[in-house]
């Protein structure tokens, strides 16, 4: 079975440009999640999907966040835009129950 | 609020040795679960372990044990025959309530196994 898929695995760019990571979950797991990991610190969840609706997204910064999963499988999460503090790891995570989540191998940001 | 905290934010152990990782909790739902994730050097957060908060045994995975002490709000990870492999971030995630998928990640625990 494949796992979480990210790309890219790495991007810099400087303060105020735009940038796009993508996500492509397990197959057949309706549930969806991108997660904010700055150094030295825990992952913090920014939005949860379920299928293609938003079922949490209470710590997204919605001014210059955004992210789309418009069939329900895989999603697009954009910074537009970016700010020096938006340098950290993007985690995506996929799910089929609350109990178990599959991580995928991030995208590491840096905003200079 | 619900919070997970990690007081160590680093330990050592020798090769071949048990170390235990502390999480505390605080949580005023009845029905959480808990969870431990390593995240190695090359970023992917990989699951380890699961406890849920009606579950009366404490978890268990291979080298990986949950201790589970609901009283004290505690669910601290036991590594046992600890192995290079082993050297990694270790963190502590809560999710609150039947049905909720949100994780509440600690501060993480770097773990560095000594040959």
């Known amino acids: 079975e494949a796992g979480v898929a990210q790309s890219p695995r790495y991007k810099i760019i400087e303060k105020r440009q735009s940038v796009a990571f993508w996500c492509n979950p397990i197959s057949g797991h309706a549930t969806l999640y991108w997660y904010q990991q700055i150094l030295g610190q825990g992952p913090k969840l920014l939005i949860q999907f379920q299928n293609n609706g938003v079922v949490d997204d209470s710590q997204l910064p919605k001014d210059r966040f955004s992210a789309e999963r418009l069939k329900g499988v895989d999603s697009t999460l954009k910074i537009q835009p970016a700010k020096l503090e938006d340098s950290a790891v993007y985690l995506c995570a996929s799910s089929l129950d609350p109990d178990t989540q599959y991580f995928g191998p991030g995208t590491r940001l840096t905003v200079l | 609020a619900q919070k997970i905290t990690q007081t160590q934010p680093g330990m050592f152990v020798q090769e071949k040795e048990a170390v235990t990782l502390d999480c505390t909790y605080d949580?005023?739902?009845?029905?959480?679960?808990l969870f431990w994730y390593k995240q190695p050097s090359s970023g992917e957060m990989i699951f380890l372990i699961y406890q849920g908060s009606y579950d009366q045994q404490n978890a268990t995975e291979g080298r990986y044990s949950l201790n589970f002490q609901k009283a004290r709000k505690s669910a601290n990870l036991v590594i046992s025959a600890s192995q290079l492999g082993d050297s990694a971030m270790y963190f502590c995630?809560?999710?609150?309530?039947?049905?909720?998928?949100?994780?509440?990640f600690g501060s993480g625990t770097r773990l560095l196994v000594r040959p």
């Open positions: 949580t005023s739902d009845p029905s959480y679960g």
């Open positions: 995630a809560m999710r609150e309530g039947q049905g909720s998928y949100k994780l509440i």
